[in-house]
């Protein structure tokens, strides 16, 4: 099984919707990357690497902040990290009320 950085689809699709981004043929982003993940195994390639060989992806990766660059590329800290910090509100948030 390829390692997790190789393959970061949740991460991809959360990108994604949030870019509101849809592909012409595959539809919403999930579906995207379902299609892309299944390539790369095939191919034993990253993920990134066959969802950039998509004009369509390309495209709008080549808009993407660089920090989701990072984060596809496989540097998941930067993703992880938001989700703790926002956790760590969630709690302070819950615990005052």
Not at 28 to 41: C, D, I, L, T, Y
Not at 60 to 75: A, E, F, Q, T
């Amino acid at each position: 099984m390829k390692p997790v950085r190789e393959f970061p689809s949740e991460a991809m699709v959360t990108i994604l919707r949030g870019e509101g981004w849809t592909h012409s043929k595959y539809g919403e982003g999930h579906n995207f990357v379902k299609e892309m993940s299944r390539a790369a195994k095939s191919q034993s390639l990253p993920l990134l690497t066959v969802a950039l060989t998509d004009s369509e992806f390309s495209a709008v990766y080549d808009r993407l902040l660089m920090h989701k660059r990072h984060i596809l590329s496989g540097n998941l800290e930067l993703y992880v990290g938001d989700s703790r910090e926002r956790a760590r509100k969630n709690l302070e948030y819950a615990r005052a009320i």
